[in-house]
């Protein structure tokens, strides 16, 4: 069965610091990757997705992936955090025999002034 | 930019009665999305839904559960007899098209709280 993973539950990091947030994914086929943020009050907002190519992905907010299929693994970065990016990420999965995304469990991101 | 809202932000309600949760889509989105999320665990995926029908359910989206879109914006959430374990926050989604790798846009999600 489909699994993402996300390691770590929370995460605190100083501001300037570079982030890096880890996802596995278990998975037969190539899959569709996602990151999601939830900021307090706020709805899902897409990151940054993945659907094939080049392995890099650029988001919004400054932040990038790497898909490495080797390590079943999609993780987030970002190489300054911001107090603003306080929130909490989501990694997802899709592909192509299903509509729906299976989440992983989030990182709470917090931030240090 | 166009946004999924949802409404109530907050819903209590007790034991066994019926709750709807609404949403309303992105206006040029045909196909809606239902995921639930209990307090400290993931988020789940219940129903999607397109033409008027269900494309796809899980295993939680039981009998107790409907949805429907009543009219040409709003996209509805139907919990029958509520349980306590039916305290979630729930999301409501849509996408333009109905592949796995498509964005789903999601809204900010209704608390449910069943006491």
């Known amino acids: 069965a489909q699994s993402v993973t996300q390691p770590d539950i929370h995460i605190t990091v100083s501001e300037g610091a570079s982030l890096e947030l880890r996802c596995n994914y278990s998975?037969?086929?190539?899959?569709?990757l996602f990151w999601y943020v939830q900021s307090p009050g706020q709805g899902l907002q897409l990151l940054l997705k993945?659907?094939?190519?080049?392995?890099l992905v650029q988001g919004i907010k400054g932040f990038e992936a790497e898909f490495k299929r080797s390590q079943s693994s999609f993780n987030l970065r970002k190489p300054s955090v911001h107090w603003s990016d306080a929130a909490e990420y989501f990694c997802?999965?899709?592909?192509?025999?299903?509509?729906?995304?299976?989440f992983g469990t989030g990182t709470r991101l917090k931030v240090l002034a | 930019e166009p946004e999924v809202t949802q409404t109530p932000s907050h819903q209590v309600t007790q034991m066994g009665q019926e709750v709807i949760l609404r949403c309303v889509p992105i206006?040029?989105?045909?196909?809606f999305y239902w995921y639930r999320q209990i307090l400290g665990q993931k988020v789940e995926f219940l129903v999607s839904f397109y033409n008027n029908e269900i494309s796809e359910k899980s295993e939680i989206f039981d009998d107790q559960f409907s949805v429907e879109r009543p009219d040409g914006s709003n996209f509805t959430l139907k919990i029958r007899s509520t349980k306590l374990e039916d305290s979630a926050m729930y999301f409501c989604a849509s996408s333009e098209r109905q592949w796995g790798g498509d964005t789903q846009y999601f809204g900010p999600g209704t608390r449910l709280t069943v006491l």
């Open positions: 206006s040029n989105h045909l196909y």
């Open positions: 998975y037969g086929a190539t899959p569709y």
């Open positions: 993945y659907f094939s190519g080049d392995t």
């Open positions: 997802a999965v899709g592909h192509s025999g299903t509509y729906k995304y299976i």
